[in-house]
């Protein structure tokens, strides 16, 4: 299956600091990736779609200044949780969508904000 | 608004059991996915299924897409220890949009 790299695998932070993960996808151009916050034993829950070379579109619930997302390439998405504050703590995935329709995973990302 | 409703949500069983979960939806998707989750890991995606009415095998793990393309299962013959994991199913609309039902938690005794 296809490769989708994700930076870092966890990292701890100060509150009120800002943390960036980055999304890529190795082996393929992904012209739409997906951001995912996921709580300890629950689904994945869907914060955000990045669109190349667009503004991202959010979902309800999801601030948008809180959580910039910037797809600056094919291959290439970020996230950055600003002004991080202990409840941001979880779990962030993203995923790319192959042009055939599956989706491929990053190995998420563990944020924890002390 | 479209959903993706996965049972049972959590599942302890022996070793040797069979399982099955399911994934249900009032919207027709033009793919549908199952995936395993370890934790603190990604998603790992096991299999597509595209076509109405599918059946595909992976070892002890068949997949079946319902035929008009809304509903999915995962049977688990003689389940293992090294199954146990969060199963996710995923429906993929026209669209750029994978839908993914809550997870089904499944804990394999030995």
């Known amino acids: 299956g296809a490769v989708v790299s994700q930076h870092p695998s966890w990292v701890i932070c100060k509150s009120g600091t800002s943390v960036k993960i980055e999304c890529r996808s190795l082996d393929f151009q992904a012209t739409t990736m997906f951001w995912y916050r996921q709580f300890p034993k629950q689904s994945l829950m869907l914060m955000a779609t990045s669109n190349e070379g667009s503004k991202a579109t959010y979902e309800q619930g999801v601030e948008k200044d809180k959580f910039l997302i910037n797809h600056a390439s094919l291959t290439l998405s970020t996230l950055t949780v600003t002004s991080a504050h202990p409840e941001d703590s979880s779990f962030y995935i993203c995923s790319a969508r192959f042009p055939g329709g599956e989706a491929f995973f990053g190995q998420g990302t563990r944020l924890t904000v002390v | 608004t479209q959903l993706l409703e996965q049972s049972p949500q959590f599942l302890s069983i022996q070793e040797g059991e069979n399982l099955t979960v399911y994934c249900n939806s009032s919207?027709?998707?033009?793919?549908l996915q199952w995936y395993r989750q370890e934790p603190g890991e990604g998603p790992v995606l096991l299999v597509t299924?595209?076509?109405?009415?599918e059946v595909k095998k992976l070892k002890r793990l068949t997949f079946q897409f319902g035929d008009a393309r809304k509903d999915s299962s995962l049977h688990i013959t003689a389940a293992q220890p090294g199954d146990t994991g969060l199963y996710l199913c995923a429906g993929s609309t026209g669209g750029f949009k994978t839908i993914f039902g809550a997870g089904t938690r499944l804990f394999v005794k030995a």
């Open positions: 299924v595209v076509t109405g009415g």
């Open positions: 919207s027709v998707f033009s793919s």
